[in-house]
C-alpha cells in the first residue's frame, strides 16, 4: 500500500472541501440568504455560522497541506486497485468528518427541549419526547409528583396540563420555534418570542401558563426551555446524510436563523452537490489523475453499466459531471421564477438533483404548495427532475447529441419508468378506496402518489404527504420501492434498477438449468451476452450483502435503541426499525413511523445513529470500499 500517494490525494480533497466552505459565506447576509417566506428571514449577519465557517476551512487548509507535504514525494505514482478502493473509501470518511465541522463550530441547534420541575430546582419529568411523556403520565409516579397539584380536574389545573402536554408535544413533533411558542397559548407569546430572539438561546424559562420569567422563582410549575446544540455524533450524521445523499436529519427547526444560520443551511445544501456529483468524479473532473483516473471512477461510479466509456474516464468525469451541473442551473432558474428565493431555489435544486431531499423548511416542499407559491408547478417541476436525476446521466447526455431514442431503448430506463407508473397507479387506487385525504380528488390523489413514488424510488426523500398515514398497501408498496433505487449512472442510490434486471435474469437462468443442465445459458443485457463473466457472482454477492446488513442492522436498533421512543405504539417497533435500517442504508431518508416525512433521527439514541452513520456511507458507495478497509490484510502488501 502507498501510503504517500493517500495522504497526497487525501489533502488534496481536505482542501478542496476547505475552499468549497467559503462559498457558503455569502449567504450570511441576510439580504442575500433567506427564505422564501419573509416571517423566517434573518435581519443582522449570522456571525455564528460565519466563524463556524472559517474556523472549519481554516483546519482543512491546514490539515489538507500537512498530508499533502508528506505525500509530496510520492509524485505521480500508480495507483493501483488497492490503492483506488482505500482512496474512496478514507474520501468519504474524511469528507463527512470535514463536512460535520461548521454544525459544531457555528452552534448550530438541534431543535427545543423541555424539562419540568416541580419544585425550584427539582426535576420531576425530563422529556423531549411526545410519546415517552405519554408513557409517563400513565404510571403511579405521575399521581404522586403531578407537578400540577392532585386535584388535576380543577379549571386551572386543567389549563395547565393542556399547556403542559402542548409543550411536549411541539418539542416531539419538531415545531418551529415560532409556532414552539404560540402553541403554549401564553398570553404573551410575541414577547417571549421577541426576548428569547434576543437573548442566549440556552436555558430559558418559562413559568406559568400565562408568564415568563428570567428564573424558576418560586412557582409551582416549571417549564425550562433548552436549545440542544448538535453534537459530534448528530454533526457526523448531518454531514453524512449530505454527503451521501440520503436527505436523513437530526435537525427540528430548519426556519430560525437564530437556531441553524442561512450559511449553514447552504453548506448542508453543498453537501448535497459534491455528493451527488461524487467526490473522485470531482477529482477527476478537475485534476485529471492520468490512467488512476480508470481505477478510482470504477470503484465510486455506483452500479453495473452497458456504457462502455470507462476506458476514458476524464471525458466520462467531464461528460457526467457537465449534465449534472447544467440540470442543475436549470431546475434553479425554473424554481426561481415559480416564487422562490435565490436561497431557496439553489439549495432545493441542489437537494433534487443530487437525490438528496434537504430541505430549507420544516415541511419540506409541502412548504410552498401550502404557502400558495405556483404549488402545483413547483411539484410537478420537481417530479421531472427527481426521474431525470435518477437515469443514467451518460444516456441523458445522449439528447443534447440529437439522440433520444437510444434512452428509451435503454432497458433499465424502460423498466425504471414502468416501475414508476405501475407504482403510482397502484397507489392510487388503493389509497382513494381507503378515503384518506391525501386521495382527494383525483388530481391531488395522482399528484401526491407520483410525487411520493418518484421520490421513494428515486431516494430523493422529498415530502409532501404525510404517506405514514395512508393505507398499509401504500406504505408496504413505499417500504418496497427503498430497496429499488435508480439507474446505474445516476445520483439516485439505492440497490439499482439494472441489479433488480439482472437478479431475475440470473434467477430464470438457474430455473430454467436445474431441467436443462447441459444446455449453455449466456447473461444477456440490452440483447447481447455480457462480456464480464464474473458478473453474476458479483450480483448474488451484492444481494447476499444487503440482505447481511439489513439483518444486522435491523436487530441492532431493536436490540439497543430505548423502548421510550415508541412509548405506548411499541407494536410499531419491528416495522419502524426496519423502515430506518432501509432507509439510511439505501441513501433514501424519511421512512414510517417514528421517522415518517414529518419527523426525523432526533429521538434515536447515540449508538442507533452511529449505525446509521456507517449505513449511509455503505449504500452510497455500495459497501465493497468500505468493509475492505477493515480487512488487516488489505492494508499489507502481498
Keep these: 500500500m502507498n501510503f504517500r500517494i493517500l495522504s497526497k490525494l487525501l489533502g488534496v480533497l481536505t482542501i478542496l472541501i476547505g475552499t468549497f466552505m467559503l462559498f457558503s459565506l455569502v449567504w450570511a447576509d441576510p439580504n442575500i440568504g433567506s427564505h422564501t417566506d419573509a416571517a423566517v ?8 455560522g460565519i466563524w463556524g465557517l472559517i474556523y472549519s476551512a481554516v483546519i482543512c487548509w491546514i490539515l489538507g497541506g500537512l498530508m499533502f507535504q508528506y505525500g509530496r514525494s510520492a509524485g505521480n505514482a500508480k495507483i493501483y486497485r488497492k490503492e483506488a478502493m482505500a482512496i474512496v473509501g478514507l474520501s468519504w470518511v474524511l469528507a463527512s468528518v470535514l463536512g460535520a465541522m461548521p454544525y459544531i463550530f457555528s452552534g448550530t441547534s438541534r431543535g427545543p427541549s423541555i424539562r419540568v420541575f416541580h419544585e425550584p430546582d427539582t ?3 425530563a422529556s423531549s419526547r411526545w410519546r415517552a411523556w405519554e408513557t409517563w403520565r400513565e404510571t403511579d409516579q405521575w399521581k404522586e ?30 415545531l418551529s420555534t415560532r409556532e414552539f411558542i404560540e402553541a403554549t397559548g401564553l398570553a404573551n407569546a410575541p414577547a417571549v418570542f421577541t426576548r428569547l430572539k434576543k437573548q442566549s438561546l440556552w436555558n430559558q424559562w ?70 451527488g456529483l461524487g467526490i473522485i468524479v470531482l477529482f477527476v473532473v478537475l485534476l485529471g489523475q492520468g490512467s488512476a483516473g480508470k481505477a478510482l471512477m470504477r ?31 436549470i431546475l434553479a432558474v425554473i424554481l426561481f421564477f415559480l416564487g422562490m428565493s435565490p436561497f431557496d431555489s439553489i439549495c432545493h435544486a441542489f437537494a433534487t438533483m443530487a437525490t438528496g431531499g434537504f430541505s430549507t423548511y420544516n415541511d419540506s416542499l409541502g412548504h410552498f ?57 397502484f397507489v392510487v387506487v388503493f389509497g382513494m378506496r381507503s378515503g384518506n385525504v391525501d386521495f382527494q380528488p383525483f388530481e391531488t390523489a395522482f399528484r401526491n402518489s407520483l410525487f411520493q413514488v418518484v421520490s421513494i424510488i428515486t431516494t430523493t426523500g422529498y415530502g409532501t404527504a404525510d404517506f405514514d398515514q395512508w393505507n398499509q398497501f401504500g406504505r408496504g408498496l ?41 444446455e449453455v445459458r449466456l447473461l444477456k ?43 405506548t405504539n411499541q407494536q410499531n417497533k419491528l416495522i419502524d426499525s426496519a423502515s430506518a435500517v432501509a432507509s439510511t442504508l439505501n441513501n433514501i431518508g424519511p421512512g414510517l413511523g417514528v421517522i415518517g416525512s414529518t419527523e426525523n433521527y432526533a429521538n434515536f439514541s447515540v449508538p442507533s445513529k452511529s449505525l446509521f452513520i456507517w449505513l449511509m456511507m455503505l449504500g452510497r458507495l455500495e459497501v465493497f470500499p468500505i468493509l475492505v478497509l477493515f480487512a488487516p490484510r488489505f492494508w499489507h502488501d502481498q
Excluded at 393 to 402: D, E, K, P, S
Excluded at 507 to 514: A, D, F, K, P, T
Excluded at 536 to 563: K, M, N, P, T
Aim: net charge neutral.
Design 41 to 48: 428571514r434573518a435581519t443582522q449577519p449570522e456571525k455564528d
Design 123 to 125: 426535576v420531576v419529568v
Design 145 to 174: 409528583t403531578n407537578p400540577l397539584g392532585q386535584d388535576s380536574a380543577s379549571p386551572a389545573n386543567t389549563e395547565n396540563l393542556i399547556v403542559l402536554e402542548t409543550l411536549a408535544n411541539a418539542t416531539a413533533r419538531g
Design 206 to 275: 418559562l413559568i406559568g401558563p400565562g408568564e415568563e420569567s428570567a428564573a424558576p422563582a418560586d412557582r409551582t410549575t416549571h417549564y425550562r426551555l433548552r436549545w440542544v446544540k448538535m453534537g459530534l455524533v448528530d454533526s457526523l450524521f448531518e454531514s453524512q446524510s449530505g454527503f451521501s445523499t440520503t436527505g436523513a436529519t437530526v435537525i427540528c427547526d430548519l426556519e430560525d436563523p437564530h437556531l441553524v444560520p442561512h450559511c449553514i443551511l447552504f453548506w448542508r445544501a453543498s453537501t448535497h452537490f459534491l455528493g
Design 299 to 329: 470503484t465510486e461510479m455506483p452500479g453495473p453499466t452497458q456504457e462502455s466509456s470507462r476506458a476514458r474516464m476524464q471525458h466520462t468525469a467531464w461528460r457526467f459531471a457537465g449534465m449534472y451541473l447544467l440540470l442543475n442551473i
Design 369 to 425: 404548495f401550502n404557502q400558495g407559491l405556483n404549488g402545483r408547478a413547483i411539484e410537478y417541476v420537481v417530479i421531472l427532475f427527481m426521474t431525470l436525476a435518477g437515469a443514467n446521466f451518460l444516456l441523458l447526455f445522449l439528447i443534447l447529441r440529437g439522440k433520444p431514442k437510444k434512452l428509451f431503448l435503454d432497458l433499465e430506463f424502460r423498466t425504471y419508468l414502468a416501475i414508476i407508473a405501475f407504482a403510482t397507479i
Design 478 to 518: 413505499l417500504l418496497l420501492l427503498m430497496f429499488v433505487g435508480g439507474c446505474a449512472g445516476s445520483t439516485g442510490g439505492g440497490m439499482k434498477v439494472i441489479r433488480h434486471i439482472l437478479f431475475f435474469k440470473i434467477l430464470r437462468i438457474e430455473v430454467e438449468g436445474s431441467f436443462q443442465p447441459k
Design 525 to 567: 443485457l440490452g440483447g447481447k451476452a455480457t462480456e464480464d463473466q464474473s458478473l453474476r457472482h458479483s450480483i448474488l454477492v451484492y444481494f447476499g450483502l444487503i440482505i447481511a446488513l439489513f439483518a444486522f442492522g435491523f436487530l441492532f436498533v431493536i436490540a439497543f435503541e430505548s423502548d421510550l421512543t415508541w412509548g
